[in-house]
């Protein structure tokens, strides 16, 4: 028989897949991979989700035209934020955007994530249409 077998010179030496939190998240060098965790994002997703934020601020501004002109909140949740004040609307709405941005973003290697990143940008340009349907009528 010919020589023993040898490992390759870059054969990956981790025993188990980045976790999620990591301290080398955004600076670390784990830039792809599929189904695992990465450190370092493709400037696309950092559109996407910037985008989703810029469009949740949109919305904000939208629906505060909005019930200014007399309209209502359609969300029952969001109604009842606004009924106890717009620092806590604001808040709990922006809040609660940052966080499903986020767990998208620390998740977009997996499965289908990417695709529903890109579709909830899509969603918000749908609900900022609407707002701005509203306006006009």
């Given amino acids: 028989m010919g020589e023993p077998t040898r490992p390759l010179p870059f054969q990956d030496r981790r025993r188990t897949s980045t976790p999620m939190f990591s301290r080398y998240w955004l600076v670390g060098r784990r830039k792809s991979g599929r189904n695992e965790y990465v450190d370092r994002y493709h400037p696309w997703e950092w559109t996407v989700a910037a985008t989703i934020l810029l469009l949740c601020i949109a919305d904000i501004v939208l629906t505060l035209f909005h019930l200014e002109a007399g309209g209502q909140e359609a969300n029952p949740a ?9 620092g806590y609307f604001i808040t709990v709405k922006m809040g609660v955007n940052l966080l499903v941005v986020l767990v998208m973003l620390l ?6 994530v990417r695709y529903l990143f890109n579709f909830l940008a899509i969603c918000y340009v749908g609900v900022l249409l609407c707002h701005m349907a509203a306006m006009v009528i």
Avoid: E, N
């Avoid at 969001?78 to 717009?86: F, K």
């Avoid at 998740?107 to 289908?112: A, D, L, S």
């Fill in 78 to 86: 969001m109604a009842l934020l606004l009924r106890w004040g717009i």
């Fill in 107 to 112: 998740h977009i290697r997996f499965g289908r």
